[in-house]
């Protein structure tokens, strides 16, 4: 299967900690809303690592089960799902092949589809996605906030909570212009205190997005420009949420 994989592989914690600015509440309200349309029970939090949004679904009464391809995120996602007494099925799976069961409905946060940094790794996913999925199942990603202002343009950045410092470098890759080197350093007080890794990126904008749904067995249901549910999609950045239906 996989070669070696590290996210945040020492300090799991990190992770949430340092990205624990985002709106997950509303981002749980926005899946709810689209959920209770599609009358949806069971889904499937793809690339889950510590599943932030699984718990809370968890808690709102959905079937929730979980993939990714960290042991220490998904080690911390079953240790938080204890502390707040939630059952959630957990699974150590690549999320370019696999099968764990028939869902209603699956959703992958925060830009997580980059992994799949080949067409070909997407049309895999993608087709495994649709296997995982009943008739009619939905398949929601989340691309609202890219790791980048623009696809082709180094940047780098950083986000501060308390004395922890998460910074990241977005580098586009020389040689393809669809593909980018994305590295990141956790500091505790300005220490190094995880490895430093780096992941490479695929661009996906939404004319790519639109074939390979096609391609694979999906409709393009929704699409919003963000957890607020607007439908006006930014212009100058492509990021977006699509809602694709299983036909
Ligand atoms: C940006 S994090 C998102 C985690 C979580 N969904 C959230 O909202 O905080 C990206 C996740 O993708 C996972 N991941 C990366 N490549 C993967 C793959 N091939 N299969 C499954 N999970 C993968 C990482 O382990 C990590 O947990």
């Not at 995120?73 to 028939?102: N, T």
């Amino acid at each position: 299967m996989t070669k070696k994989f590290s996210f945040f592989h020492k300090h799991p914690e990190l992770y949430e900690k340092g990205f624990d600015y985002r709106k997950v509440d509303q981002q749980v309200n926005f899946l709810d809303k689209v959920f209770l349309k599609y009358k949806v029970k069971s889904v499937l939090d793809i690339a889950c690592g510590h599943t932030p949004q699984g718990r809370k679904l968890a808690k709102k009464g959905y079937k929730v089960t979980g993939i990714d391809l960290s042991g220490s995120l998904l080690k911390l996602a079953s240790k938080r799902a204890k502390e707040e007494g939630v059952k959630i099925k957990l699974y150590k799976k690549d999320m370019k092949k696999f099968k764990v069961g028939k869902f209603d409905a699956a959703y992958i946060m925060f830009s997580s589809i980059l992994h799949m940094n080949k067409e070909k790794d997407l049309v895999s996913h993608f087709k495994s996605v649709n296997s995982n999925l009943k008739k009619g199942g939905l398949y929601i990603i989340d691309l609202s906030s890219l790791p980048f202002e623009f696809p082709n343009k180094p940047a780098k950045y950083s986000v501060k909570k308390g004395d922890l410092t998460t910074e990241m470098i977005y580098a586009p890759s020389k040689t393809s212009k669809s593909q980018a080197k994305f590295t990141c350093i956790s500091l505790l007080k300005d220490k190094k205190v995880n490895e430093t890794f780096s992941i490479v990126l695929r661009y996906l904008p939404l004319v790519l997005l639109i074939k390979l749904a096609k391609q694979t067995g999906f409709e393009v249901k929704e699409l919003y420009k963000d957890f607020t549910r607007s439908k006006t999609l930014n212009k100058k950045k492509e990021e977006y949420i699509a809602v694709l239906r299983k036909k």
